[in-house]
């Protein structure tokens, strides 16, 4: 009796599939190009789901990403050269997590990532010209969206779960009369409640905070951290549209040690905080930290105008101009907090992606998100000229 010896990666099985009709899905991997990025849109458990549902899965080697190279191969993943996807097939959709490195090559795959080109960002028209002149084609993780229109998959829980690590850190250092210093990426989500813990002499007891948009992704990840570095529950105010209906600025906000920003602003909102608000509260404030998670910091509607800089992660604070009269004040505001928590925040996001992945490139996620990319891309086509 003979054995068929071909694997599910075996190319002679994406021929035979064709020869039948069937076509195999074929995913490819790429590796991040960003300075400290970690995550992976695939992670090995999601790869193995879509190789079990049939799909060819190769993964660039790369050792910028949390999850090793063996880790894939082991579940069955093909292993290819760093950065190699141009050289793809042109019939493979190519999955990555951020923008691809600048340049003006004409683009002619089929990509999954988030482009950050549909709201008119800096080099919008330029990025979507590629795939215009290459014929290939645009899914924007960003606007992938489940029939009532919430994002199938997002980065927020870890977002509020490290942005509330970050400011219980920077009131560690505040304690201590220190300015906190460069933040690196955690391991898993228990070296940072242990980091954090250990930062705050054991516990977080007795600390207060207010979470504002406590009902969402990022706040619900805030007070999720908050409760598993010891703070009581009754010192995690959750804040969220029925508390802020009266309209701000709100004292309560100065009277906790920390103040963390979750809301998705979409419109013209009174301000929570301001600069006048928190000197007239003097020396008698209680407010440290602010982690503004949201980072609307250049949007004319950002509803804490105390500071105007995105921070980072080798300089996470930037201090408040308030005078010398009062107590310190400093804003984090860093604009990519789940890189602090790869392992997990790639683990949750890509979980959440895989059922539609499973069903790519058919079902209404998909050719809503290719309805999108048609209207953007004949706009940036007009918009450049082509
Ligand atoms: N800094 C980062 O690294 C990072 C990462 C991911 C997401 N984000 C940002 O975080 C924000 C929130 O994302 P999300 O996925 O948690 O959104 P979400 O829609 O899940 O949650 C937002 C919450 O804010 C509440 N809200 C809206 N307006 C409010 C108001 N005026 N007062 C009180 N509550 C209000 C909503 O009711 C909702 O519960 C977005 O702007 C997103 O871009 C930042």
């Not at 097939?89 to 999954?112: A, C, R, V, W």
């Not at 955690?186 to 905070?209: C, D, Q």
Request: charged share 20%; glycine share 8%; net charge negative.
């Amino acid at each position: 009796m003979s054995h068929c010896h071909l694997s599910k990666c075996d190319p002679r099985i994406e021929s035979f599939s064709h020869f039948l009709g069937v076509t195999t899905m074929s995913l490819w991997l790429r590796c991040e190009t960003k300075p400290f990025e970690h995550r992976s849109a695939l992670t090995p458990t999601t790869a193995k789901a879509l190789l079990d549902a049939g799909f060819k899965v190769s993964v660039e080697r790369d050792e910028q990403r949390i999850f090793a190279d063996k880790e894939y191969e082991e579940v069955g993943c093909t292993l290819v050269a760093n950065n190699s996807w141009p050289t793809a097939p042109t019939t493979t959709t190519i999955i990555g997590l951020k923008e691809l490195e600048q340049s003006t090559q004409p683009l002619p795959h089929t990509h999954i990532q988030f482009a950050h080109c549909y709201k008119n960002q800096a080099g919008w028209s330029a990025v979507l010209a590629r795939f215009h002149r290459g014929g290939g084609k645009l899914y924007d993780l960003e606007f992938l969206n489940d029939a009532t229109g919430r994002r199938v998959a997002a980065f927020g829980f870890h977002a509020g779960f490290a942005g509330a690590a970050a400011g219980a850190l920077a009131v560690a250092s505040h304690k201590k009369g220190e300015t906190l210093g460069p933040l690196h990426p955690y391991e898993n989500e228990a070296a940072m409640v242990a980091g954090v813990r250990e930062a705050l002499g054991g516990s977080g007891k007795g600390i207060k905070a207010l979470v504002m948009g406590a009902l969402g992704r990022c706040g619900r990840g805030a007070v999720d951290l908050f409760r598993k570095i010891g703070l009581d529950e009754d010192d995690i105010l959750k804040w969220d549209l029925a508390e802020t209906a009266k309209g701000g600025p709100f004292d309560e906000i100065l009277d906790v040690d920390i103040f963390v920003n979750c809301i998705y602003l979409n419109s013209s909102i009174p301000p929570f905080l301001t600069r006048d608000h928190i000197v007239a509260a003097g020396k008698q404030r209680r407010l440290a930290v602010v982690v503004d998670v949201s980072c609307d910091t250049t949007n004319p509607f950002n509803p804490i105008p105390i500071y105007s800089i995105n921070t980072t992660f080798p300089e996470p604070t930037v201090p408040v101009d308030i005078g010398s009269d009062c107590p310190r004040l400093s804003v984090i505001s860093i604009d990519h907090l789940p890189t602090l928590l790869p392992r997990e925040a790639s683990e949750q996001f890509s979980h959440d992606l895989l059922p539609s992945l499973l069903e790519f490139p058919n079902s209404r996620v998909w050719t809503d998100a290719e309805a999108l990319y048609r209207t953007k891309v004949a706009a940036a086509a007009e918009a450049e000229g082509l």
